[in-house]
């Protein structure tokens, strides 16, 4: 979301005539943004202060920019990030997936291989120098992904049902699991009171708490909204 309302949504349909990057209006209406039919798979999308948006392509293991002023999407990974976010290659891709801006740079994790990869944004939005910000079976199936105010990355993670935390040195601490309802967790938000909201998936074995949208007490607040 920006800060005027809008909701930029990844679509991934697998086809060209649908798939791609929407900005949904406050009234809801909806276009999909010039040029995003060529992402594969279009999964995560955030923003910078600029207002230029970030997609990640799950199949690819790649990162797009379109900017704020309309262009076409242009990759934004270099190959070494490529091979940081790409998958193994083996059945179903699933590689660089959810997707967020913090300060001069974005945070992208690898669903695959429970990896957070740091990608520094230079000053005309380009992609800079990139490292890896946490590895760790805690993040294995890491989905949507978010930073509060301290740089802290809080990561869904999906099919182990739990909520994540990752200090910016890359220590990763477990805070919320499937004893506090979560039923694959697939995307968090923080809200404005020291609160995170969680989507429940609830892709997995039955028995869960079934789909569900959560709210839990984390004590501390979100990034804004840029």
Known sequence: MDAAGN??????????????????ARDGSFTRLPGT??????????LDKRGNIYATDTVLGAVSRIRAKGDRPSSGSSRR?????????SGVPLGANGIAFGHNEIVVGNTEFGRLVRI?????????????????????????????VHGNVWAAVIAQSTIV???????????????????????????KNGDLWAVDFAIGPPGGPGPALLRLEV???GQPVP
């Open 37 to 46: 039919e060529a992402i594969v798979f279009p999964n995560g999308v955030t």
């Open 165 to 191: 935390r990752v200090s910016p040195s890359g220590a990763v601490t477990t805070v919320a699991t499937v004893a506090d309802c979560l039923d694959w967790a697939s995307s968090i938000a923080f809200g």
């Open 219 to 221: 004590g501390v607040k």
């Open 81 to 89: 990030s490529w091979r940081a976010m790409a998958a193994s290659g």
């Open 120 to 148: 520094e944004i230079e000053p005309d939005g380009s992609a800079g120098a990139f490292s890896i910000l946490a590895e760790d079976p805690a993040l294995l199936a890491v989905d949507g992904i978010t930073f509060d």
């Open 7 to 24: 909701v930029y949504a990844a679509v991934a349909t697998l086809d060209v005539a649908t798939s791609g990057v929407y900005k949904v």
